[in-house]
């Protein structure tokens, strides 16, 4: 069931007492995406969006005003599923907090692609109103360029994943995508490389177009090996991991 809650009343009353904080505007300026965007277009955008909080795999529903809105995520992690003909879910992308889903905004349906939006982890997303959202590409032309680069790196990758999923195996795909979220997420410690919040092993699983059972095999093995070690969703990648990937051509 999708949670959004309108802030325009709440936003209004915040800015009676204080014109510089308002929950929605201060989530656009702290966005990366929304950087070069000038404060006049930044605080029409924010007096028409919406924050919402999800709950771990709940699903995003852009339904009633906000169909075909731009969502940008805040805190958490958002996948962009599919499910197959056996009921299998296959993630093809993944969004952390500063990423912008403006697909639904170009499509005249308003209606986002694929299976749709679900919340890996507690998430909180902004909605931006279509209307306002192409108004504000239309006043800042280099966002719209933007947003094409954005959507071009985003084909690639699942190009990519397309590709993996036909000419590699299951294995080689976790050892792939182990080997991205430790690029993109690791911290370097004395045990190697660790990523605080791994996906959890059904969420590897649906990455890499695999069931759950054969992950947790694998990962066991590799743990067995010392390979890896896995302590809740803190996940740390001995050294011995990189040298097995750069062996096998993955780094």
Known sequence: ???IASLRTDGAVALQRDP???P??????????????PQNVLGTLSMSASLSSYSARQQVLLEGRWLGAA??????CLRSVRRTDSARELTLETFRPGDVIA???LFPDGVLPGDGLVAAETTLLLFIQRDEFVAALAAVPQAALSLIR?????????????SGLATSDVESRLYRLLYNLAR????????????????TQQDLASRIGAC???????????????????????????????EIARSAGIA
């Open 20 to 22: 510089g904080f308002h």
């Open 150 to 162: 954005d959507l071009e790196r985003r084909l690639n990758r699942v190009k990519l994943l397309a």
């Open 184 to 199: 993109d997420e690791g911290q370097a410690v004395a045990e190697g490389t660790v990523i605080p919040r791994s996906p």
């Open 71 to 76: 969502v940008l995520v805040v805190k958490g």
């Open 1 to 3: 069931m999708n949670a």
């Open 212 to 242: 759950r059972e054969t992950v947790s095999r694998i990962v066991a093995d590799l743990a067995r090996q010392q390979v890896l070690t896995l302590e809740g969703r803190r996940l740390t990648l001995a050294p011995r991991f990189f």
């Open 103 to 105: 697909d639904a905004v």
């Open 24 to 37: 929605a505007l201060s989530a656009l300026r702290n966005s990366a995406w929304f950087s070069s965007f």
